[in-house]
Nanobody, 121 residues
């Protein structure tokens, strides 16, 4: 079994900051890419940011220069530092990991349960 557990969501005023965390646990052999997606009401899930095992990153244009993705490979933990938050950042944020389970040779995608981020005054 593999679990991705997010934490750190909540309510914040415009211009504020939040830090999301995602801890991966279970029978994990290796983790390739990890990332954050979000889904606002009535909209499709979209990529926010992604980071490879080597540390290369990619961001959605809407969050560049405001959000920073990072990971601690020793702890199998992913982070998203969100600054200068806007009301349009309101969404459920999902953690994603492309990983290889122990005993497998093929990477598969896994998702967390999501954490709500609400930006409102």
């Amino acid at each position: 079994q593999v679990q991705l557990v997010e934490s750190g969501g909540g309510l914040v005023q415009p211009g504020g900051s939040l830090r999301l965390s995602c801890a991966a646990s279970g029978s994990i052999f290796s983790i390739n890419a990890m990332g954050w997606y979000r889904q606002a009401p009535g909209k499709q899930r979209e990529l926010v940011a992604i980071i490879t095992s080597g540390g290369s990153t990619n961001y959605a244009d809407s969050v560049k220069d405001r959000f920073t993705i990072s990971r601690d490979n020793a702890k199998n933990t992913l982070y998203l530092q969100m600054n200068s938050l806007k009301p349009e950042d309101t969404a459920v944020y999902y953690c994603y990991a492309l990983l290889v389970r122990i005993g497998s040779r093929v990477p598969n995608p896994y998702w967390g349960q999501g954490t709500q981020v609400t930006v409102s005054s």
